[in-house]
């Protein structure tokens, strides 16, 4: 097929079909994934029970560090706490309501075309038996739909039902899914006695397409209490309403060794973040800066101050000078995690003002991997394929000192059907053909034969070890991935941070030539370098090399075992995530059936009589 002939079919393609954003074979989805809620147990009190009832006045902005609601004050779990799928808040911190569940997989992860209920937020009960309607009762939140997400339908909803004193919940309001707004003030008068009891409480509801996206409702700013009116929507606070800056200037996150050979050209100018005047007339705000080396507690940065004149409901940038003290290297070990804990605060505030969101701590982590994303995905991104051509992206990376690189961690955004057994290559160039003069790619590393994983790990990424170690020079590489033709492996969702600041440094090829991605924000490919690492999903065992067979490889139906001796082996037959989806008991020259198995690669063990025999790649035809 000549070139001509792919750029008319992909002209064609892109008319035709329904896309979601597309600069040429590029595209953004949905996230449908949220690593960050599965990655810890739910405490025993989060279990969706009463654990307190509360007094009147009951307030949340949702500013702190946790991804759960906080359970003094709220129920249950659904809901995402978090500071990156919000735009412009009016405090930091917000609890996200999608269609993804409290573990952060999609509600339904096998179908795509469903209108259902999906997140809750419920308070504890509140008492309010005392209250009567002239005590002017009032609900009130701040809410936006999209955010850094997708927007909700307008068949989807985000609904408020609050709690009667004979026990059901009422709809008391409701709006429809829309684009990305500012956030609105939402005013509910409370005077129906129904709902004057000593349990009386609220609850935020959504409704999600789950064929469309992730339908991504923000709240903020909840407050319930009397003596308000209608006209009550000032929220009389100076809050701190991002995370402060990261202290380099391109990546988020890199090794100390290869910081502290070249400081000076890797810090940022400044650090900045961002403060939000919620009053309605205008507030002039100091707020200070420091850093602290918690390897070594020492001070890496005195508080240094800001001043700023900031107009009623207006939100405005501070900067403070970056700082260029460092902790020696003779200090830490050379593959040592280091991390400067960077603050910024208010010194006083107004009396009454809400002081949860006077202080924003903030890590910069310096560990054995190169990074440009901030570690949450808002989206996902994608190459959209030719049948009869691979699909590649690469990212540039720089090293300031020679390295050897150990692995991929990779952040996969969620699919719907899973996307378990899509085929890829992890490749690592030292050149790219066209780009900075490069006059063909120059190919080092090839890790074949890898498939996504999901399960929550270490910073939420997959991790993929190398075969081998492979040596890098000080200078620029690029890592990435190759997508087969004809493999069944287009459209691989892999994370996107949309609050990446800055190029993305990312190319892309499906047509037999790379381009520069124009996608905003940072793919979610970390290289992992200087020590040896542990690839997700392998167990560490004591292998004995015991000579045994398995065939036929490929296998479509069955799978016959040979070895040495007649005795009885327990085998185990694991997807490439390590989860064992067959076991049994085998005999010599016996064959297990496989026909069940989803086309793909697994590994098969045998164990018997404390004997562990190395494992088995297979591939399931």
């Given at each position: 097929?000549?070139?001509?002939?792919?750029?008319?079919?992909?002209?064609?393609?892109?008319?035709?079909?329904?896309?979601?954003?597309?600069?040429?074979?590029?595209?953004?989805?949905?996230?449908?994934?949220?690593?960050?809620?599965?990655?810890?147990?739910?405490?025993?009190?989060?279990?969706?029970?009463?654990?307190?009832?509360?007094?009147?006045?009951?307030?949340?902005?949702?500013?702190?560090?946790?991804?759960?609601?906080?359970?003094?004050?709220?129920?249950?779990?659904?809901?995402?706490?978090?500071?990156?799928?919000?735009?412009?808040?009016?405090?930091?911190?917000?609890?996200?309501?999608?269609?993804?569940?409290?573990?952060?997989?999609?509600?339904?992860?096998?179908?795509?075309?469903?209108?259902?209920?999906?997140?809750?937020?419920?308070?504890?009960?509140?008492?309010?038996?005392?209250?009567?309607?002239?005590?002017?009762?009032?609900?009130?939140?701040?809410?936006?739909?999209?955010?850094?997400?997708?927007?909700?339908?307008?068949?989807?909803?985000?609904?408020?039902?609050?709690?009667?004193?004979?026990?059901?919940?009422?709809?008391?309001?409701?709006?429809?899914?829309?684009?990305?707004?500012?956030?609105?003030?939402?005013?509910?008068?409370?005077?129906?006695?129904?709902?004057?009891?000593?349990?009386?409480?609220?609850?935020?509801?959504?409704?999600?397409?789950?064929?469309?996206?992730?339908?991504?409702?923000?709240?903020?700013?909840?407050?319930?209490?009397?003596?308000?009116?209608?006209?009550?929507?000032?929220?009389?606070?100076?809050?701190?309403?991002?995370?402060?800056?990261?202290?380099?200037?391109?990546?988020?996150?890199?090794?100390?060794?290869?910081?502290?050979?070249?400081?000076?050209?890797?810090?940022?100018?400044?650090?900045?973040?961002?403060?939000?005047?919620?009053?309605?007339?205008?507030?002039?705000?100091?707020?200070?800066?420091?850093?602290?080396?918690?390897?070594?507690?020492?001070?890496?940065?005195?508080?240094?101050?800001?001043?700023?004149?900031?107009?009623?409901?207006?939100?405005?940038?501070?900067?403070?000078?970056?700082?260029?003290?460092?902790?020696?290297?003779?200090?830490?070990?050379?593959?040592?995690?280091?991390?400067?804990?960077?603050?910024?605060?208010?010194?006083?505030?107004?009396?009454?003002?809400?002081?949860?969101?006077?202080?924003?701590?903030?890590?910069?982590?310096?560990?054995?991997?190169?990074?440009?994303?901030?570690?949450?995905?808002?989206?996902?991104?994608?190459?959209?394929?030719?049948?009869?051509?691979?699909?590649?992206?690469?990212?540039?990376?720089?090293?300031?000192?020679?390295?050897?690189?150990?692995?991929?961690?990779?952040?996969?955004?969620?699919?719907?059907?899973?996307?378990?057994?899509?085929?890829?290559?992890?490749?690592?160039?030292?050149?790219?053909?066209?780009?900075?003069?490069?006059?063909?790619?120059?190919?080092?590393?090839?890790?074949?034969?890898?498939?996504?994983?999901?399960?929550?790990?270490?910073?939420?990424?997959?991790?993929?070890?190398?075969?081998?170690?492979?040596?890098?020079?000080?200078?620029?590489?690029?890592?990435?991935?190759?997508?087969?033709?004809?493999?069944?492996?287009?459209s691989l969702y892999f994370g996107l941070d949309v609050n990446r600041i800055g190029g993305n440094h990312a190319y892309y090829?499906?047509?037999?030539?790379?381009?520069?991605?124009?996608?905003?924000?940072?793919?979610?490919?970390?290289?992992?370098?200087?020590?040896?690492?542990?690839?997700?999903?392998?167990?560490?065992?004591?292998?004995?090399?015991?000579?045994?067979?398995?065939?036929?490889?490929?296998?479509?139906?069955?799978?016959?075992?040979?070895?040495?001796?007649?005795?009885?082996?327990?085998?185990?037959?694991?997807?490439?995530?390590?989860?064992?989806?067959?076991?049994?008991?085998?005999?010599?020259?016996?064959?297990?059936?496989?026909?069940?198995?989803?086309?793909?690669?697994?590994?098969?063990?045998?164990?018997?009589?404390?004997?562990?025999?190395?494992?088995?790649?297979?591939?399931?035809?």
């Amino acid at each position: 097929m000549s070139r001509l002939v792919i750029l008319v079919c992909a002209l064609l393609f892109n008319i035709l079909s329904p896309i979601i954003y597309s600069p040429a074979q590029e595209y953004v989805a949905p996230l449908r994934y949220n690593a960050n809620a599965g990655k810890r147990p739910l405490p025993p009190n989060r279990l969706g029970k009463v654990t307190a009832t509360l007094s009147l006045p009951f307030f949340e902005d949702f500013t702190g560090y946790g991804i759960f609601p906080d359970s003094t004050r709220w129920v249950d779990y659904h809901t995402y706490v978090n500071n990156t799928m919000c735009v412009m808040p009016v405090s930091r911190g917000v609890a996200t309501l999608d269609a993804l569940d409290w573990r952060g997989i999609p509600y339904d992860s096998f179908s795509n075309s469903v209108f259902r209920y999906a997140d809750s937020l419920t308070t504890q009960p509140i008492d309010v038996a005392t209250v009567t309607p002239a005590d002017s009762l009032y609900l009130s939140f701040v809410y936006q739909p999209q955010g850094n997400g997708f927007y909700p339908l307008p068949q989807d909803s985000l609904m408020v039902f609050i709690k009667t004193k004979y026990g059901g919940f009422v709809k008391v309001w409701a709006t429809p899914g829309t684009t990305l707004q500012p956030f609105r003030h939402v005013m509910i008068p409370i005077t129906d006695t129904i709902f004057f009891s000593s349990s009386l409480q609220v609850r935020f509801v959504n409704i999600a397409a789950l064929n469309w996206s992730d339908a991504v409702w923000n709240v903020d700013y909840v407050r319930l209490n009397t003596g308000r009116t209608m006209g009550d929507t000032v929220l009389n606070d100076v809050a701190i309403s991002s995370d402060p800056t990261f202290l380099l200037n391109d990546y988020t996150s890199m090794p100390y060794r290869h910081f502290i050979d070249n400081p000076a050209g890797e810090r940022a100018a400044n650090i900045t973040d961002s403060i939000r005047n919620n009053y309605n007339s205008t507030q002039s705000v100091n707020s200070f800066f420091s850093a602290v080396g918690i390897n070594t507690g020492v001070t890496l940065q005195s508080p240094v101050g800001a001043a700023a004149s900031i107009p009623g409901g207006s939100t405005r940038a501070v900067s403070f000078p970056s700082y260029s003290a460092t902790i020696p290297f003779s200090s830490v070990g050379y593959h040592d995690k280091v991390v400067f804990e960077h603050k910024v605060y208010f010194e006083s505030v107004a009396a009454g003002e809400p002081h949860a969101n006077d202080t924003i701590v903030k890590p910069q982590v310096f560990d054995n991997y190169l990074a440009y994303d901030d570690g949450s995905a808002e989206k996902s991104y994608y190459l959209n394929l030719f049948p009869t051509l691979p699909g590649k992206i690469a990212i540039e990376y720089h090293l300031n000192r020679p390295d050897t690189m150990r692995g991929m961690a990779i952040y996969f955004g969620r699919q719907v059907p899973f996307a378990v057994n899509k085929v890829f290559d992890i490749n690592i160039y030292s050149a790219l053909a066209g780009v900075n003069g490069a006059p063909a790619d120059t190919l080092k590393y090839e890790q074949e034969m890898c498939y996504p994983g999901y399960t929550d790990t270490v910073n939420h990424f997959w991790i993929y070890k190398f075969d081998q170690p492979v040596p890098l020079p000080a200078g620029t590489f690029y890592a990435g991935t190759m997508q087969p033709a004809e493999s069944g492996s287009d459209s691989l969702y892999f994370g996107l941070d949309v609050n990446r600041i800055g190029g993305n440094h990312a190319y892309y090829n499906v047509l037999a030539a790379w381009s520069p991605s124009l996608i905003t924000g940072a793919i979610m490919m970390r290289p992992l370098l200087g020590q040896p690492i542990t690839g997700t999903g392998v167990q560490s065992v004591t292998a004995q090399n015991e000579e045994w067979q398995v065939f036929p490889n490929p296998a479509t139906n069955n799978l016959q075992f040979d070895y040495k001796g007649d005795w009885d082996a327990a085998y185990r037959v694991s997807d490439m995530q390590g989860r064992v989806v067959l076991h049994g008991i085998v005999t010599r020259g016996r064959s297990i059936d496989i026909s069940l198995l989803t086309p793909g690669m697994y590994v098969v063990q045998l164990v018997s009589d404390e004997k562990v025999t190395i494992p088995k790649k297979i591939i399931k035809l």
